[in-house]
């Protein structure tokens, strides 16, 4: 199916906004994106587990959600300004049952949520990474790419 990341990022972080009240989640969504093939619920999902992410680790200072063009992708993006990952583990967060360091007790999660971000995503033919420290050697930032097609939002799905 063809999918509109703007009205899919849109609703992930309307979602967030009403499960985590009193986290601010910006966003920056370029009009005009290039529609891209894919599942909306899953990328939806993909969504809501980095936004849940960012949110648990990312500290107390606004999330950000982006999403344009790049060259010939579409680009997403959620950073946060958190404690970050070290470059020694920034792949690994992405392995099933992956936790860094000893859970800190609270909102304790199953490691699950990135391994479950990166099938879905190559499963709609993108590609998932992470980068930290992503802003003034703090946060983290995961970035979903995908191939952007020739159809453009609003003409015929
Ligand atoms: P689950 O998502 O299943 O509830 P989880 O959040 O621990 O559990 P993942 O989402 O797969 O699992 O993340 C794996 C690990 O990567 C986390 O335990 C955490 O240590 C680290 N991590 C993920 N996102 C961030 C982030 N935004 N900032 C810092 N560390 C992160
Ligand atoms: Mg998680």
Redesign the pocket.
Known sequence: DWLDVSDVVQAAVERARKYFPGKVIETGIAPDLPLVEGDSVLLGQVLF?LL??AV?YGGDEPVNVYARKDGGDVLISVTDLGKGIPPSEIDRVFEKFYRRGKPDGRAP?TGL??SIARGFVEAMGGRIHAESPAVKKRGTRIVIRFPASEKKAGGAK
């Open positions: 587990n849940d992410n648990k999660g949520g990135l």
